[in-house]
């Protein structure tokens, strides 16, 4: 069991610029989570997938953002034309639906200049 | 909205003394409640979760649950200055239910110092 990864750690583009980031959940994990944290603040819920299946989204996740699960494994978040405002730490965890407990990855850090 | 809330701090004990961390939430339908430990440039660590009123227990912390009074708090006992982080409350609306998302607090900075 080698926890949660996450892919880049850190990532530094332009705005107007798309990125990706990728999330590996703990192997036989079927539900993972996205959240996204600011400096002085707790992380904040962007959307989560149980299997392949997008279960639910926050309003946060405007229509710049998506996440996929294609084959209910690793997952994707894509920001596209990136905004300062998007400049956040980007959280992946990772869950089984049978149990309560969510474990978090490094992190992805973004910074939009 | 379903809201979350902690002291922000910071709260600064000795190094040996006991940490009380406070959380309260809004939403009288939360079933799970999960405490996250979150060093500085870190992701959060899970320490400790609690579904049922009272106290749990392991090693050096003690997670308590008052549903009636929508209050849960967290007691680090013999505090020491590797528990220097921030303290993440997290909560979840309804235990076992498809609504997977975690409300979390803005956290209580602590500081343990020797």
């Known amino acids: 069991d080698t926890g949660v990864s996450q892919d880049p750690r850190h990532k530094i583009t332009k705005r107007g610029q798309n990125v990706t980031f990728r999330c590996d959940p703990i192997?036989?994990?079927?539900?993972l989570y996205w959240y996204r944290q600011t400096l002085g603040q707790g992380p904040e819920f962007l959307t989560y997938f149980q299997n392949e299946a997008q279960l639910e989204k926050s309003r946060l996740l405007s229509d710049r953002f998506s996440a996929e699960r294609p084959k209910g494994s690793f997952s994707t978040l894509e920001i596209q034309r990136t905004e300062q405002g998007d400049s956040a730490m980007y959280l992946c965890?990772?869950?089984?639906?049978?149990?309560?407990?969510?474990?978090f990855g490094p992190g992805t850090r973004l910074l939009v200049l | 909205q379903k809201e979350v809330e902690q002291n922000s701090g910071p709260l600064s004990v000795p190094e040996g003394a006991i940490a009380s961390l406070n959380c309260t939430y809004s939403d009288r339908g939360s079933q799970s409640f999960f405490w996250y430990r979150q060093y500085s440039g870190k992701s959060p660590e899970l320490i400790m979760f609690?579904?049922?009123?009272g106290d749990k227990e392991d090693g050096r912390f003690t997670a308590q649950l008052n549903k009636a009074s929508q209050y849960v708090s967290l007691l680090i006992r013999d505090s020491q200055p590797s528990d220097s982080a921030t303290y993440l409350c997290a909560v979840k609306a309804d235990r076992g239910s498809t609504l997977g998302r975690l409300y979390f607090g803005r956290g209580t900075q602590l500081t343990v110092w020797p």
């Open positions: 609690i579904y049922s009123n």
């Open positions: 192997s036989e994990h079927n539900r």
């Open positions: 965890a990772s869950s089984l639906a049978i149990q309560e407990t969510q474990y």
